[in-house]
């Protein structure tokens, strides 16, 4: 098992910046790939980044590319979203996700068997 904790969210005015942090727990080395994922209310639950746990490779959705920044400390067990120049339509609960099998930077959340409870971001105009 591994358990997933969420932290960082809260409100912002547009342009600004924020931190998520994930903490992982457990059978953290099983991990293999882990992912940030958001839902706004009414939508599907949508791919923001990915990052290989135990290497460098990364993934974004086109939305975030180059506002976002997925990072992790090994050592920490710790997965970090920076998330700059904040828009409006970022307001969401953001979730971190985990999977213990080669995920390939998956974008699909059923790729991914572990999840957080999530923390909500809002950011205002």
């Known amino acids: 098992q591994v358990r997933l904790v969420e932290s960082g969210g809260g409100l912002v005015q547009a342009g600004g910046s924020l931190r998520l942090s994930c903490v992982a727990a457990?059978?953290?080395?099983?991990?293999?790939?882990m992912g940030w994922f958001r839902q706004a209310p009414g939508k599907e639950r949508e791919f923001i980044a990915a990052?290989?746990?135990?290497?460098?490779?990364?993934s974004y959705a086109d939305s975030v590319k180059g506002r976002f920044t997925i990072a992790r400390d090994n050592a920490k067990n710790t997965l970090y979203l920076q998330m700059n120049s904040l828009k409006p339509e970022d307001t969401a609960v953001y979730y971190c996700?985990?999977?213990?099998?080669?995920?390939?930077?998956?974008?699909?959340?059923?790729?991914?068997?572990?999840w957080g409870q999530g923390t909500q971001v809002t950011v205002s105009s």
């Open positions: 457990g059978r953290t080395f099983d991990i293999n790939d």
């Open positions: 996700a985990a999977s213990t099998f080669n995920a390939a930077l998956s974008t699909t959340p059923t790729n991914y068997q572990y």
């Open positions: 990052i290989i746990w135990g290497g460098r490779s990364t």
